[in-house]
């Protein structure tokens, strides 16, 4: 189950919790955070289905890196109701380069455990994720 490159295992219950967010709705965010002593990404924070973008931005540290999902509900230009599942890496500048390093080696090997991803963003700072972005990415 550990990924070779970083040696990061994948906790069940992430897994479970994006299922019950993309098949349920249960959610509207999840946040992971990657525990180092026990080489696993595990669920920080669950975001009800009644959270707005600003508390999910909110949720995610300031100098620290994380893995989430959101996800987002739009109207196209047509004016049809959708939502799309959104994978945002976050690594602000202010993290331990350790950190960076362990997040963005295990990245793709965690995503590949989320199976229904649609859109994928890395963002460094808030402006790089702003609401703006996710919709111009999920069109």
């Known amino acids: 189950m550990a990924n070779a490159a970083s040696g990061m295992a994948v906790h ?7 299922l019950e967010l993309k098949a349920k709705r249960t959610y ?4 992971f955070k990657i525990e180092e002593k026990q080489k696993q990404v595990v669920v920080e924070k669950l975001g009800e289905p009644t ?3 600003e508390d999910f931005t909110a949720s995610l540290p300031a100098d620290e890196c994380r893995y989430a999902v959101y996800d987002f509900d739009f109207v196209t230009e ?7 599942i959104i994978f945002i890496a976050w690594s ?3 993290s331990r380069v350790r950190s960076k390093m362990i997040y963005a080696s295990s990245k793709d090997r965690f995503k590949r455990e989320l199976d ?3 859109v994928e963003l890395q963002a460094t700072d808030p402006t790089e994720m702003g609401l703006d972005v996710i919709r111009s990415r999920s069109n």
Do not use: A, H, M, W
Not at 28 to 31: L, S
Not at 78 to 84: A, G
């Open 116 to 118: 229904g991803i649609q």
């Open 92 to 94: 602000p500048d202010t």
């Open 12 to 18: 069940d219950d992430c897994k479970l919790r994006f």
């Open 78 to 84: 047509d004016n049809c109701q959708k939502s799309k």
């Open 28 to 31: 509207r965010f999840i946040v």
């Open 51 to 53: 959270e707005s973008y």
